[in-house]
């Protein structure tokens, strides 16, 4: 079963408390630590330990305060901080709606805001007995981005599992035919885990193509060597797998992103300001802004002949059949207008 780490780091603390109840209302079991040595020590300071792992029984919103109760596993030795056993911050219906028991048993309550703080990582268990169909693949990333075409419907989770020794900066997301953003991200940000898993989805039956995706910077060859595990509540199969060139690479944008972006006027799909062409006919990706005629890119100077985007020596050729007559030059700009 899936198992993902999440740096808390990446998000907000509202954003964290929301999933953390997600995945609270979904029985998954999380386990929280402080892996980072502190000059402070903190078990004299707060009750808390360095170098050790906590279970997160629940996160609750009581009358506004946003709470984690977290276990340490030595039954013993705990948060002495604000909203601990004995703190002044507790009404007794709180504690009562709680169940808060006044007792050395490992069992603690922390807000939102220190416990962000003090923690760093939360591993989470993604079971999900619905979720009985498992399909796995070993990969491997010659560049920097591979497609895998998977048949997929209903509930769908994909992970990236690598081994600890050989870990790679990954990130993952699920496209359909016309690359459009189904879902299934595992976050914008690369993340160097074990683990690396893409948000529950639900998908119609189709054909669809999932990304994985390595931060550059690795030296080939098989940069990136992974098993990409694909949990449904139906039958999943793949279909292919294509190592994707530099030149063909996917850009990925958020859900919010997505809503404000520019498009390319030859492909449709969303532009990434650093491959952007804009010109008196359009804006394009710079793999779009090629001439119409002989498919070569358009670098310098172009021309406009019966509404067509033409290289000079295709507007000049009279075997084209093109009216040289209507014919305007502009200078093309990557990133810039006319």
């Excluded at 004995?86 to 069992?107: F, H, P, R, Y």
């Excluded at 991200?185 to 193509?209: D, H, I, L, Q, R």
């Amino acid at each position: 079963m899936p198992v993902g780490s999440i740096d808390m780091k990446q998000y907000n603390e509202d954003t964290l408390f929301s999933k953390l109840i997600d995945f609270d209302n979904k029985e998954y079991s999380m386990c929280v630590s402080i892996m980072t040595e502190s000059d402070l020590n903190l078990e004299e300071t707060v009750g808390l330990l360095t170098q050790h792992a906590y279970t997160l029984l629940g996160a609750y919103e009581v009358d506004g305060h946003k709470l984690l109760k977290i276990r340490n596993p030595w039954g013993k030795c705990e948060w002495t901080g604000k909203w601990s056993d004995e703190d002044s911050s507790w009404t007794q219906e709180m504690k009562d709606e709680l169940n808060v028991v006044v007792a050395d048993d490992g069992i603690f309550y922390m807000e939102i805001g220190d416990f962000v703080h003090y923690f760093e990582i939360i591993n989470v268990v993604y079971y999900n007995e619905k979720l009985k169909y498992i399909k796995t693949i070993d990969l491997a990333i010659q560049n920097n981005q591979i497609e895998i075409r998977a048949k997929l419907e209903g509930e769908v989770v994909i992970t990236l599992i690598q081994k600890i020794e050989k870990l790679n900066a990954l990130r993952t997301w699920t496209l359909d035919l016309d690359d459009n953003l189904i879902g299934g991200e595992s976050g914008k940000t690369f993340n160097m885990n074990p683990t690396v898993k893409g948000e529950n989805m639900t998908v119609v039956a189709g054909e669809y193509k999932i990304i994985a995706d390595m931060f550059p910077g690795k030296s080939a060859p098989n940069r990136a060597v992974f098993n990409m595990m694909i949990r449904s509540d139906h039958e999943a199969s793949i279909q292919s797998v294509t190592d994707i060139t530099n030149e063909n690479e996917y850009n990925y944008f958020t859900r919010e992103e997505l809503a404000n972006v520019i498009r390319c006027d030859q492909c449709k799909k969303p532009i990434a300001h650093w491959e952007m062409v804009q010109c008196s006919v359009g804006t394009f990706h710079q793999k779009c802004f090629v001439c119409e005629i002989c498919g070569e890119p358009l670098v310098g100077s172009y021309t406009i002949c019966d509404g067509k985007k033409t290289c000079q020596r295709c507007a000049e050729n009279p075997e084209e059949g093109i009216d040289t007559k209507n014919r305007r030059s502009n200078e093309n700009s990557v990133g810039g207008s006319f």
